[in-house]
């Protein structure tokens, strides 16, 4: 089976850094996603990590240590379009199926 | 881009109805995928397909069905309504080992 576990809130203020943070336990690994969803919305693809490292894309990066089963996805220079809640998903070894987390809520502040 | 369509984006249906959610893509996609959404629990799998007239069961198939009769569309089928499945759906499509793309959603709630 999948677990898949992410802090369900953060709060914090524009122009600073988050990190949200992602740890899994899976019968098999091929992947970790993180996608971005605005309330109301449907959720947009922000990063894919499948070895062990660094992502960056623009102001957001994403991390993935396999042995540790862990994952992050940074969000730097904070903007309030920002404030969304951010969903961890692993892809396990057999088909394209993801597993979802329970989704972090993001509040960004003035 | 890839456009993943759901019919509707409000649906309100009576307990015992069989309700019918469409999807439809325009990218060729193999892989299509129902999820519903709830707060606190997240996106969790009801079922998906990977071709054509082919479906597999998700983690909470119970009450659900599904249908892929061309490779575009991929309908979620509510054989009898129940309370307990006023939700979000969201409909996703993928090429393979990819990301997915997901439509905007239907919000289904039934009284």
């Known amino acids: 089976g999948q677990n898949i576990d992410q802090p369900t809130e953060m709060t914090a203020t524009e122009g600073a850094i988050v990190q949200i943070n992602c740890t899994y336990q899976?019968?098999?690994?091929?992947?970790l996603f993180w996608y971005q969803q605005h309330a109301g919305e449907a959720p947009t693809f922000l990063s894919y990590?499948?070895?062990?490292g660094l992502e960056e894309k623009g102001r957001f990066s994403s991390f993935l240590s396999r042995s540790k089963g862990y994952s992050y996805l940074l969000l730097k220079e904070l903007q309030m379009k920002d404030s969304a809640s951010y969903l961890c998903a692993v892809r396990g070894a057999a088909g394209n199926k993801l597993t979802f987390g329970g989704g972090t809520r993001v509040l960004v502040k003035p | 881009d890839v456009k993943v369509t759901q019919s509707s984006r409000y649906l309100v249906k009576r307990t015992g109805e069989k309700v019918f959610l469409e999807c439809v893509q325009d990218?060729?996609?193999?892989?299509m995928f129902w999820y519903r959404q709830d707060p606190g629990l997240g996106l969790r799998l009801i079922y998906f397909?990977?071709?054509?007239?082919?479906?597999e069961k998700g983690d909470i198939p119970e009450g659900y069905s599904v249908s892929r009769e061309k490779k575009e569309r991929f309908s979620l089928i509510l054989e009898s309504a129940s309370t307990n499945q006023t939700s979000m759906y969201l409909c996703?499509?993928?090429?393979?080992?990819?990301?997915?793309?997901f439509g905007s959603g239907t919000r289904l709630t039934v009284v």
């Open positions: 899976t019968s098999g690994f091929n992947g």
């Open positions: 990218m060729d996609h193999e892989n």
């Open positions: 996703a499509s993928s090429p393979g080992q990819k990301g997915y793309t």
């Open positions: 990590n499948v070895l062990d």
């Open positions: 397909s990977y071709d054509v007239k082919m479906k």
